[in-house]
């Protein structure tokens, strides 16, 4: 049995809010602090994020915390906002209790996983990642959703999939933690390249290689970094990889849609406030990969079309033009 009988929540956008209710699900007490209180207080008195999750009816019981201070008390803290925001919020996180990485990307300024930000923050603290294939609008609809949470400590993780655990909501827990955040961070600028497939009309063939070319980089970036081809194949790898470059409800995968259409990056993010991180973890991906002397064409690629004004078609042709090779060399 858990003694985790309090969960705080620090992010009201889709995912933080998402995982407030699957934690009242489980039976837990759940305290939400977001940045904006009216966010908050429309979660906890009308149930309902209509910024974030528009037209979701939203469990009741959540309580809003105005202040990051009033989560001190809790058992366990899930950080869920953008991964480019961990560092900042998490030097104003109170307490001692563990803290539940909900973010999915790569620090852009020091290329590290989310876990090696929260070593260099709060040195000692207890941290877990938890990643997988999960849209919020499906998960707080009840849809039936498994995703992984890896810690050092095994104990730990069965805790915590015990705590979040409820009907339809599925934890499974791992040690490998920089699998489980780099499959996350990896896979959502892949499911840029899967949104371009589409927005360009390249096909269902070009939909499948990517995914399976994307995974093999995926998996020499994440084996040349310590961690285990299980993971990599698993829930938070491929598992996600593949939700996130076919499912319509991917924010990254809709950013690709239109870039392949022809809309440019700076005119698709005017005035958006839903995060989309293969944006800002393509660069810090790429970076990390560098220095281990690892291949990634496809997410160079991605980098090349966002950030170095590339040329969308000669990308694609580039990438077909890549010397011949065994396939698994
Ligand atoms: N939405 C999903 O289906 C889903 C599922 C699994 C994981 N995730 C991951 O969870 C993380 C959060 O995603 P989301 O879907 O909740 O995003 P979102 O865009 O819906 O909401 C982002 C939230 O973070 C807040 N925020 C943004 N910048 C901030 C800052 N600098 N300081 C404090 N708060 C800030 C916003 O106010 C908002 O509450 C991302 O890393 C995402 O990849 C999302
Ligand atoms: O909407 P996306 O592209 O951020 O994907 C959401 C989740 O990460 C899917 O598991």
Same mark, same amino acid.
């Given at each position: ?14 995912w933080?809010?998402?995982l ?7 039976g ?6 977001s940045?904006?209180?009216?966010v ?7 149930r309902?994020?209509e910024?974030?999750l528009?037209?979701?009816s ?5 309580e ?23 560092r900042?919020?998490a ?5 001692a ?7 999915k ?16 923050? /709060?040195?000692?603290? +207890?941290? =877990?990642? %938890?990643?997988?294939?999960? !849209? *919020? @609008?499906? $998960?707080?609809? #009840? &849809? ?13 993780g ?6 979040l655990?409820a009907?339809m ?8 933690v920089?699998?489980?955040?780099l ?8 499911a840029?390249?899967?949104g371009?497939?589409e927005?360009?009309? /390249?096909?269902h063939? +070009?939909? =499948?290689? %990517?995914?399976?070319?994307? !995974? *093999? @980089?995926? $998996?020499?970036? #994440? &084996?040349a970094?310590?961690a ?5 194949t698993?829930l938070?790898g491929?598992g996600?990889?593949v939700?996130?470059c ?12 239109a870039?392949?259409?022809?809309t ?7 005035g ?12 810090a ?19 090349a079309?966002l ?12 990438l ?10």
């Amino acid at each position: 049995m858990t003694d985790i009988a309090h969960i705080g929540v620090v992010g009201g956008g889709a995912w933080g809010t998402a995982l407030a209710c699957l934690a009242r699900r489980a039976g837990r007490k759940v305290t939400l602090w977001s940045r904006d209180r009216s966010v908050s207080a429309a979660i906890a008195h009308d149930r309902r994020n209509e910024i974030y999750l528009p037209g979701q009816s939203l469990d009741a019981g959540i309580e809003a915390a105005a202040t990051l201070g009033e989560l001190a008390a809790c058992d366990v803290i899930l950080l869920v906002c953008p991964a480019q925001a961990v560092r900042a919020l998490a030097r104003d996180l109170p307490g001692a209790a563990p803290v539940v990485i909900c973010a999915k990307g790569i620090e852009a300024a020091t290329g590290l996983l989310m876990p090696e930000v929260l070593a260099e923050v /709060l040195p000692g603290r +207890a941290v =877990a990642m %938890l990643s997988g294939p999960s !849209f *919020a @609008e499906e $998960a707080v609809q #009840g &849809l039936p959703t498994a995703v992984s949470i890896a810690t050092g400590d095994a104990a730990r993780g069965r805790d915590l999939a015990a705590a979040l655990a409820a009907g339809m909501f599925r934890p499974y827990w791992t040690d490998d933690v920089v699998g489980v955040s780099l499959g996350g961070a990896v896979k959502n600028v892949l499911a840029i390249a899967a949104g371009i497939v589409e927005g360009r009309g /390249l096909g269902h063939n +070009a939909a =499948a290689a %990517l995914i399976t070319r994307g !995974f *093999a @980089e995926m $998996a020499r970036l #994440g &084996l040349a970094m310590g961690a285990n081809l299980e993971t990599l194949t698993g829930l938070s790898g491929l598992g996600d990889l593949v939700l996130t470059c076919h499912g319509p409800l991917s924010r990254n995968r809709a950013l690709g849609a239109a870039l392949g259409r022809g809309t440019t990056l700076a005119h698709y993010m005017e005035g958006r406030r839903q995060v989309v991180e293969g944006e800002a973890t393509a660069p810090a991906v790429l970076e990390r990969a560098a220095k281990l002397g690892i291949e990634m064409p496809i997410c160079t690629a991605v980098d090349a079309i966002l950030h170095r004004g590339a040329d969308l078609d000669e990308a694609i042709r580039a990438l077909l033009a890549r010397p011949l090779r065994r396939e698994g060399e």
